[in-house]
């Protein structure tokens, strides 16, 4: 919809037919007009647009292993467990699955479980909050953490948008810091954090992801995560690790201690995610956040506390029906989604090694186009000599049939990037033929056209 001018009044939708407004975008919260958080919606809806597109586009998960019927067999698995391993009541167990719960949730002792199964990580269940999906972790954490408005908080770039969006609609800038080979340039960190204080601001906490980033692709190494936690020890900085794809190594890779398993100091909030492990549709996430904080009268509480008054005034507490399935999931595997997670691991590492190879077969040696080769997740990243914006996404999707992410929208800063994301996970390997073929067609005639401009030009 158009309008020029301020005021109510009216004004023309897309197709030019006058229609009268009630309110003005520039009137509400400014991060209603930020990039950021078109950014989701403007993907999905061209998505729609083009549904026989090959999506290449999608970080979902893979969904040919989703089963209705698991559904109600977690429900009474959970509802077992409540009965028979924590001796409720028949009332009582009424009561946890219907009723209004537990601000921090009810599957805490589980999630605890599964941490001290799949990540050798000892976690107190009090420290741990159960919210709806990871990207309301984010924001619980993001909103408690912004003070006031000399805070900030560092992102490794390119920078998952949830986390950028969720950031603006808290007025929290959010300062880049660089990608190393290594996953974080640790030089350009401490220079961040140093530069933000000598600007009178207060760095509150570097947000990454050391396993298999959304969208770069890159995993940090073991002695580079020691490095790290040093170097927020050495700034006095939180950390905020989100791990949603860790458990999803390719082939052989061998998955490493998360940040938090190596955090002796409490300097790790971690942010975990059931959507690519259980099912996303439960929408069940995770904060383990075991800072000790000191209130006015002297009494000591943990930052989950703190998260779960939050949290009471957003979502009150995650569905307990929701809960239970993911529960549910968890004590059928005895606790490790490493177990549970066995299928959907080989078929992303079929599905990423199926990619990368038809990348090479596609843009052999001497080609200008580049790629990341990942050691696991969902995710790869290919440079090509050309810009690549949401004009380009159009074209892709309606000329040649196939999407993919521009990596612009993971920078946020509005410069041209010469990058697309793929993704493996929600395709077959039919599929991913089907889509490198078309991304090819497209490379070699945007390539050709733009040679051909400057020729003539
Ligand atoms: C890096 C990252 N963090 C968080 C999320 C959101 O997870 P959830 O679906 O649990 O909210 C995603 C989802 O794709 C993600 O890629």
Same mark, same amino acid.
């Given at each position: 919809?158009?309008?020029?001018?301020?005021?109510?009044?009216?004004?023309?939708?897309?197709?030019?037919?006058?229609?009268?407004?009630?309110?003005?975008?520039?009137?509400?919260?400014?991060?209603?007009?930020?990039?950021?958080?078109?950014?989701?919606?403007?993907?999905?809806?061209?998505?729609?647009?083009?549904?026989?597109?090959?999506?290449?586009?999608?970080?979902?998960?893979?969904?040919?292993?989703?089963? !209705?019927?698991?559904?109600?067999?977690?429900?009474?698995?959970?509802?077992?467990?409540?009965?028979?391993?924590?001796?409720?009541?028949?009332?009582?167990?009424?009561?946890? #699955? #219907?009723?209004?719960?537990?601000?921090?949730?009810?599957?805490?002792?589980?999630?605890?479980?599964?941490?001290? !199964?799949?990540?050798?990580?000892?976690?107190?269940?009090?420290?741990?909050?159960?919210?709806?999906?990871?990207?309301?972790?984010?924001?619980?954490?993001?909103?408690?953490?912004?003070?006031?408005?000399?805070?900030?908080?560092? @992102?490794?770039?390119?920078?998952?948008?949830?986390?950028?969006?969720?950031?603006?609609?808290?007025?929290?800038?959010?300062?880049?810091?660089?990608?190393?080979?290594?996953?974080?340039?640790?030089?350009?960190?401490?220079?961040?954090?140093?530069?933000?204080?000598?600007?009178?601001?207060?760095?509150?906490?570097?947000?990454?992801?050391?396993?298999?980033?959304?969208?770069?692709?890159?995993?940090?190494?073991?002695?580079?995560?020691?490095?790290?936690?040093?170097?927020? @020890?050495?700034?006095?900085?939180?950390?905020?690790?989100?791990?949603?794809? %860790?458990?999803?190594?390719?082939?052989?890779?061998?998955?490493?201690?998360?940040?938090?398993?190596?955090?002796?100091?409490?300097?790790?909030? &971690?942010?975990?995610?059931?959507?690519?492990?259980?099912?996303?549709?439960?929408?069940?996430?995770?904060?383990?956040?075991?800072?000790?904080?000191?209130?006015?009268?002297?009494?000591?509480?943990? #930052?989950?506390?703190?998260?779960?008054?939050?949290?009471?005034?957003?979502?009150?507490?995650?569905?307990?029906?929701?809960?239970?399935?993911?529960?549910?999931?968890?004590?059928? *595997?005895?606790?490790?989604?490493?177990?549970?997670?066995?299928?959907?691991?080989?078929? &992303?590492?079929?599905?990423?090694? *199926?990619?990368?190879?038809?990348?090479?077969?596609?843009?052999?040696?001497?080609?200008?186009?580049?790629?990341?080769?990942?050691? %696991? %997740?969902?995710?790869?990243?290919?440079?090509?000599?050309?810009?690549?914006?949401?004009?380009?996404?159009?074209?892709?999707?309606?000329?040649?049939?196939?999407?993919?992410?521009?990596?612009?929208?993971?920078?946020?800063?509005?410069?041209?990037?010469?990058?697309?994301?793929?993704?493996?996970?929600?395709?077959?390997?039919?599929?991913?033929?089907? %889509? #490198?073929?078309?991304?090819?067609?497209?490379?070699?005639?945007?390539?050709?056209?733009?040679?051909?401009? !400057?020729?003539?030009?």
């Amino acid at each position: 919809m158009r309008r020029s001018g301020g005021g109510p009044g009216p004004a023309d939708d897309d197709c030019g037919v006058n229609v009268t407004v009630d309110l003005h975008v520039a009137d509400l919260h400014p991060a209603l007009d930020d990039p950021a958080l078109n950014s989701m919606n403007f993907l999905n809806e061209v998505a729609q647009h083009y549904p026989d597109a090959v999506s290449l586009a999608a970080g979902r998960p893979y969904e040919e292993f989703f089963d !209705v019927a698991a559904l109600h067999r977690h429900l009474d698995t959970f509802r077992r467990h409540l009965a028979d391993d924590l001796g409720q009541s028949p009332e009582q167990v009424h009561r946890t #699955l #219907l009723q209004y719960g537990r601000t921090k949730g009810i599957i805490h002792q589980l999630v605890a479980r599964n941490l001290a !199964v799949d990540e050798e990580l000892t976690v107190d269940p009090e420290a741990i909050v159960v919210t709806v999906g990871c990207q309301e972790a984010m924001f619980l954490v993001l909103r408690a953490l912004r003070a006031g408005p000399d805070d900030v908080v560092l @992102a490794v770039a390119p920078t998952y948008v949830g986390l950028t969006g969720a950031a603006r609609l808290l007025d929290l800038p959010v300062r880049p810091v660089a990608t190393g080979p290594s996953g974080v340039d640790a030089a350009d960190l401490r220079a961040q954090v140093r530069r933000a204080r000598a600007e009178g601001l207060r760095p509150r906490a570097c947000y990454l992801m050391p396993d298999f980033a959304n969208p770069s692709g890159t995993s940090i190494g073991v002695a580079g995560r020691r490095a790290l936690l040093d170097l927020a @020890a050495e700034e006095d900085l939180l950390l905020i690790e989100d791990n949603p794809y %860790g458990l999803f190594p390719a082939g052989d890779t061998r998955r490493l201690p998360t940040l938090k398993a190596l955090d002796t100091a409490r300097r790790v909030v &971690y942010l975990g995610s059931f959507a690519k492990t259980v099912l996303p549709g439960a929408r069940v996430g995770y904060v383990v956040a075991d800072q000790r904080v000191a209130g006015p009268d002297g009494t000591v509480d943990l #930052l989950a506390d703190q998260l779960a008054k939050i949290k009471s005034m957003v979502t009150v507490n995650t569905s307990p029906i929701a809960q239970a399935v993911v529960g549910g999931a968890l004590l059928k *595997h005895g606790c490790s989604l490493v177990t549970a997670t066995v299928r959907e691991r080989a078929a &992303y590492t079929r599905n990423l090694h *199926h990619l990368v190879d038809g990348l090479g077969r596609r843009f052999p040696a001497g080609s200008p186009v580049r790629w990341s080769v990942p050691t %696991g %997740g969902f995710f790869v990243v290919v440079t090509v000599p050309f810009p690549v914006d949401d004009a380009l996404l159009h074209r892709s999707a309606r000329e040649y049939g196939v999407l993919w992410t521009p990596m612009a929208h993971f920078y946020g800063d509005g410069a041209p990037v010469h990058a697309l994301r793929l993704s493996v996970s929600a395709v077959t390997p039919a599929e991913i033929d089907v %889509g #490198l073929d078309r991304l090819a067609a497209l490379v070699t005639d945007e390539m050709a056209r733009r040679d051909a401009t !400057v020729t003539v030009g």
